[in-house]
């Protein structure tokens, strides 16, 4: 029997980590990313609960400590700088906003790639143009006319997924905008950050943040704004930093500073706060994992538990590839999408209004900011950690050591 060939639409999280597992079981993988390469910084991500026992499973964990960041916890500040509260790391046993590991997005993904390098296919600068599916597989044609024939293509390219688009249908029927827009990039720390990711509100939904990296000079930051739909252009970054600027101009705090960062950093990003919410992950011999099937919201801080915990559970569910088939991929996916899905609505449960991230007015904000403060004492913190601390560990793995 020839050996199984999949092939994987994106390098970010969920991608590598579905490599990861699937070439130890013996499949041919491939991975095309429309990125020249894997996408170094980004925004800090967290490994909380399953999805840090995932990494544990893989035998990464050293090297993830190796990268991660010194995180002293979070404070909201006024205007003029001045802290109005603060939830230290340690708080709902270092699974709070800020949690007891954290690392940057592109240190994560760097250190899956680094382990699948060599027994994996990466193919940069190129993306999935068409797919064409039949009884014994997926013909796939590359961005550049090349043509692939594989026996399961998987869609971890994101909420805005083009494989889910191919295979699925148009993005409106599975995305759900939340009601508001935000902003990453990197920016000079001007004040100092110290190991903490500082926060500031402002009235007209508007929420400035900056947190720490491995450069002190340098901060995360981010700027994100409520707001009911708005139209433009994905790939105009130029109007995306307008948009900024017309909301946060002389907002206070760091704003004016971080809007000039906005506009030099090359590592901007913009996007929709949204939800993604499908019916099935599966189509044939098309299956998505991560955010193209289960985006649960930036806010939820869920994503990289989801990607995770999707991959190790699809990779386990299909199995070694020598006892790969028609059937058997069939029965496997179904089976990936009954023990997913729990998890998947547990996390998109989880509450993460945009009016409560970036409130509307002052009271709301001194209401926001006292909630914060009263969320960490007795008898508020154990409805807290319910609420939203403790979502990550609702699931037990399966052990695939021993299938």
């Given at each position: ?18 490599a990861?597992?699937l ?8 991975v ?5 390469g894997?996408?170094a ?11 840090g026992d ?16 010194v ?10 700088g ?7 790391v340690?708080?709902?046993d270092g ?7 954290e ?6 993904v ?10 994996v ?8 143009s068409a797919?064409h ?10 961005a ?40 990453w990039?990197s ?5 100092g ?34 707001s009911g ?6 790939h ?7 948009l900024?600027?017309?909301?946060f101009a002389?907002?206070?705090w ?11 950093a090359d ?12 019916p ?5 011999r098309?299956?998505?994992?991560g955010?193209?099937?289960?985006c ?9 538990s ?53 409130p ?7 209401i926001?900011?006292?909630v914060m403060?009263?969320m ?7 409805i807290a ?13 399966p052990d695939?050591?021993?299938?």
């Amino acid at each position: 029997m020839a050996q199984p060939t999949v092939l994987i639409s994106g390098a970010g999280i969920a991608g590598p980590a579905l490599a990861l597992w699937l070439s130890k079981n013996g499949y041919r993988v491939i991975v095309v990313e429309i990125a020249k390469g894997i996408r170094a910084g980004g925004q800090t991500v967290d490994l909380r609960g399953a999805g840090g026992d995932v990494v544990e499973r893989m035998g990464l964990m050293p090297q993830m400590r190796a990268h991660a960041l010194v995180q002293r916890g979070v404070g909201w500040v006024s205007s003029d700088g001045s802290r109005r509260a603060e939830m230290p790391v340690t708080a709902f046993d270092g699974n709070g906003l800020v949690s007891k590991l954290e690392i940057l997005r592109g240190d994560l993904v760097d250190v899956l790639y680094q382990a699948t390098k060599e027994t994996v296919e990466y193919r940069f600068n190129t993306r999935i143009s068409a797919l064409h599916q039949d009884d014994d597989g997926v013909e796939v044609t590359l961005a550049d006319n090349t043509k692939l024939r594989a026996d399961l293509v998987v869609g971890a390219d994101g909420p805005h997924s083009a494989v889910r688009g191919m295979a699925f249908g148009p993005e409106e029927r599975f995305v759900t905008p939340l009601g508001g827009y935000n902003a990453w990039f990197s920016a000079p720390d001007h004040v100092g950050l110290d190991g903490w990711y500082l926060m500031y509100m402002a009235p007209g939904g508007l929420n400035a943040s900056m947190r720490p990296t491995h450069d002190p000079a340098m901060a995360k930051a981010g700027l994100a704004f409520a707001s009911g739909p708005i139209e433009y252009d994905r790939h105009d970054l130029d109007q995306q930093r307008q948009l900024l600027v017309d909301r946060f101009a002389g907002a206070g705090w760091q704003c004016d500073a971080l809007l000039t960062a906005a506009q030099q950093a090359d590592d901007f990003y913009f996007d929709s706060f949204l939800q993604v919410d499908m019916p099935a992950w599966v189509s044939g011999r098309v299956v998505l994992v991560g955010d193209a099937g289960y985006c649960a919201s930036p806010l939820s801080g869920m994503g990289t538990s989801l990607a995770l915990v999707g991959a190790y559970l699809l990779a386990g569910e299909l199995g070694h590839a020598d006892s790969f088939d028609a059937q058997q991929i069939q029965d496997a996916l179904q089976r990936y999408q009954t023990k997913m899905r729990p998890y998947v609505d547990k996390c998109q449960d989880i509450p993460n209004r945009v009016d409560r991230f970036a409130p509307n007015s002052a009271s709301d904000i001194s209401i926001n900011i006292a909630v914060m403060k009263w969320m960490q004492r007795w008898p508020f913190r154990p409805i807290a950690a319910k609420l939203w601390f403790t979502v990550a560990d609702s699931i037990e793995l399966p052990d695939y050591s021993t299938a």
